[in-house]
């Protein structure tokens, strides 16, 4: 079944990088579970409550400038955030950013492009791992997908 973004979703993308728009279109159409864009563009109000709730680590996030959007798995209408649900979006994101020839990294494993990961469940273990062998929390935000900084700054 090939899925597609709604009217939500697509206003959501508005004023998001162009290159980063073209990936969320692709994956949507390569995806086995259905997903919704929650979050495109942010003011620095809203990062600033993030901010201040946990939920971001930063005050300069990608969001303030369309480098970064959140999406999340929809069954059966409703957003769900499962994280079992995470994976085949993470890889058809993954798809979409190689085919696109678009580098990606997503919030469940921040140290790689996207296109460097295999198994995204495992990617995200050796992830947690190696932040703990560095005696570092990880910080896994898997609705998270943001353009490569070396290439986007």
Not at 70 to 79: E, K, L, R, T
Request: hydrophobic share 40%.
């Amino acid at each position: 079944m090939t899925f597609k973004l709604g009217t939500r979703s697509l206003q959501r993308l508005q004023g998001v990088h162009p290159d980063l728009t073209a990936v969320i279109k692709r994956a949507i159409e390569m995806t086995t579970v259905d997903f919704g864009v929650t979050e495109g563009i942010r003011t620095q109000e809203r990062q600033a409550k993030l901010f201040e709730q946990k939920a971001t680590k930063t005050m300069n996030g990608r969001h303030l400038n369309g480098h970064a959007v959140d999406i999340a798995p929809v069954v059966g209408g409703i957003p769900r955030w499962d994280w079992p649900l995470f994976y085949p979006l993470a890889d058809a994101v993954k798809r979409a950013s190689i085919e696109l020839k678009v580098p990606i990294v997503w919030g469940g494993v921040w140290d790689r492009q996207i296109s460097e990961l295999g198994d995204m469940e495992k990617a995200v273990e050796s992830y947690v791992a190696r932040r703990k062998k560095m005696g570092a929390k990880a910080f896994i935000d898997g609705p998270h997908f943001e353009l490569y900084r070396k290439v986007y700054p």
